[in-house]
């Protein structure tokens, strides 16, 4: 038998966990991105261990020390091989999120992958057709229009209305409300864009909005330990292992949800061709008829466009992006703002958001229609100067496949690296938005806006890639509102030092933020 030394046994280990958990760009890219501003760092390990080691409630600040302050315009940083190059001002990023060549995700989402696998989040231009990202896109988008959430406005209506009643049950005490705006949330994307109801609030699923708490939060552990990036690693830890049950479970919500609407959509198609009605997508007057989300996917499952798992691919999608309207909510309604702590909503912001209100409906407890909707200017401003303060997308990536040559600078961000956009900092920037921690809803009064750059403000992203459920997600935030402010009183419980802002893949509050609900009597 031959002996192998010890030593030649060590280095092929070593050599075989390198290749797996370290990345290896061209000499090309690697040449270009070190000619780019950026932090001391080691080569190619670049902030790994840093990042490695600092706690997700300090990773913002971390990132705006390292990679923000000083760099008005690129920073670069090296995590384990992969190339970050963080993008801070609006004519850089128009450059990127309104190209049509840079829309492939950075490396960062293959977290969400074993979830949200292929969905348009995720999806990615594929390489024999070119086509997956571009089809599904140009397919959901009408199921966004503005036609068929005119339709909605009732539903998101009663599920708000619920959601208070369930507020008030607290009888005044301090309490955090996030599992409830998240199972409002939840039953009234079920209900608007799939036609099937949850009854969440009745706190039937509250372990599902759990999970996505937790598998979230799994995923952002993992890029910041990005050695356990191959799945065998990631699977022999305690996190992974629970990581894939919880996504078993969420496959599993899903797929209940898919089943119980195939039942009643196949059922209504077969009751209209025993009276002689087809279910197609036009209607009497000949005209292309919008369909919901869900309905869409399944009239492409019947003529078989599309298989099962490309359907809970889309509606994991699409609930997972429900998570960003109960954290943005949480915000607005804790008013968490260090220039207006616990008197905020009672006070200035929400006395003038309330006598809007008040012009609108008076006394009236009718349901709130689009047409309402479109005369609350002032609601309109607040929510966006809360999510610029707070936009529940914090931080954005692209993979880049071809060198961007951005105006005055002279090197490129060449192909191969991940470029990052930090739409959190980016609303902070003094430049577009003076006294920038300062609350100030008029900086969206139209005269405000006309002046600035279109991309120094993109809580939705922007370009071809931005998000498809905007109109959606302002429209139920607003209803949501407009309802709390006309049923109760809120008063913040927790103070605004308590807040621990972390990007968990959304901007999450990790620490303390209760409420106090009181009902709202005409006098007040
Ligand atoms: C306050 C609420 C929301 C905010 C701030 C928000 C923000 C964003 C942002 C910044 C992106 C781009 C992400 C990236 O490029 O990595 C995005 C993408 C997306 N959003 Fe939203 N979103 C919200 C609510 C929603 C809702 C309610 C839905 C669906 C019902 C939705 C569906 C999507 C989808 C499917 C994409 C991927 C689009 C694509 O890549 O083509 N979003 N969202």
């Known amino acids: 038998m031959i002996a192998i030394p010890f030593s030649t046994v060590f280095l092929v280990v070593l050599v075989t966990v390198l290749l797996n958990i370290f990345f290896f760009p061209s000499l090309r890219t690697i040449k270009y991105v070190m000619k780019l501003p950026g932090p001391p760092q080691w080569p190619l390990i670049g902030v790994s261990i840093e990042l490695a080691r600092t706690p997700l409630t300090e990773l913002m600040a971390y990132l705006q020390n390292k990679v923000i302050n000083g760099y008005k315009r690129v920073a670069h940083v090296w995590l384990l091989g992969v190339p970050m190059v963080f993008v801070n001002s609006p004519q850089d990023i128009e450059v990127i999120l309104s190209s049509v060549k840079h829309i492939e995700k950075g490396m960062e989402y293959f977290s969400l992958k074993a979830w949200l696998n292929e969905g348009l989040l995720l999806s990615t231009v594929e390489l024999i057709t070119g086509k997956k990202w571009h089809t599904r896109r140009k397919l959901l988008t009408p199921t966004f229009h503005f036609k068929i959430l005119d339709d909605k406005c009732s539903t998101m209506y009663s599920s708000a209305k619920k959601m208070v009643e369930n507020f008030l049950k607290e ?122 989300f869900l309905d869409k996917l399944l009239e492409l499952d019947a003529d078989q466009a599309m298989s099962n798992a490309d359907i809970r691919e889309e509606v994991d999608t699409f609930l997972f992006e429900v998570s960003h309207n109960p954290s943005l909510l949480v915000k607005v309604l804790k008013g968490h703002n260090p220039r207006l702590r616990t008197e905020y909503l009672r006070e200035r912001y929400s006395n003038k958001a309330y006598q809007e209100q008040l012009e609108i409906f008076g006394d009236d407890d009718r349901e709130i229609t689009l047409s309402d909707m479109q005369n609350m200017n002032y609601l309109d401003r607040f929510v966006k100067e809360t999510l610029r303060l707070y936009p529940s997308v914090p931080y954005i990536s692209r993979t880049i496949t071809e060198d961007i040559h951005l105006k005055d600078f002279p090197t490129p961000i060449p192909a191969g690296s ?85 990007p968990v893949v959304i901007l999450r509050n990790l620490g303390s933020m209760k409420i106090q609900v009181y009902p709202r009597s005409s006098s007040s």
């Open 171 to 292: 009888d005044g005490k301090p309490f955090n409300p996030l599992s409830k705006i998240s199972s409002c949330t939840l039953d009234v994307v079920a209900e608007a864009a799939m036609g099937v109801s949850l009854n969440s609030q009745d706190n039937e699923n509250a372990e599902y909005v759990s999970t996505i708490a937790r598998t979230t939060w799994a995923a952002v552990f993992r890029v910041l330990n990005l050695y356990l990036k191959q799945d065998w690693l990631w699977n022999l830890t305690p996190i992974g292992r629970q990581d894939k049950k919880d996504v078993e479970f969420l496959h599993g919500f899903t797929e209940k949800i898919i089943k119980e609407r195939k039942v009643a959509y196949h059922d209504e198609l077969y009751k209209r061709s025993k009276q002689g009605t087809i279910i197609d997508s036009e209607n009497d007057l000949g005209v292309k008829k919008k369909q919901a």
């Open 418 to 502: 991940n470029a990052i956009i930090t739409p959190f900092y980016l609303h902070r920037n003094p430049d577009y938005f003076p006294d920038p921690e300062k609350f100030d809803p008029d900086r969206f009064l139209p005269e405000n806006c006309a002046k600035r750059h279109p991309f120094a403000y993109i809580p939705f992203s922007g370009g071809p890639r931005n998000c498809i459920g905007q109109k959606f997600a302002m429209m139920e935030i607003k209803v949501t509102l407009s309802t709390v402010l006309r049923l109760s009183q809120i008063r913040a419980a927790s103070k605004h030092e308590e807040l621990n802002l972390a």
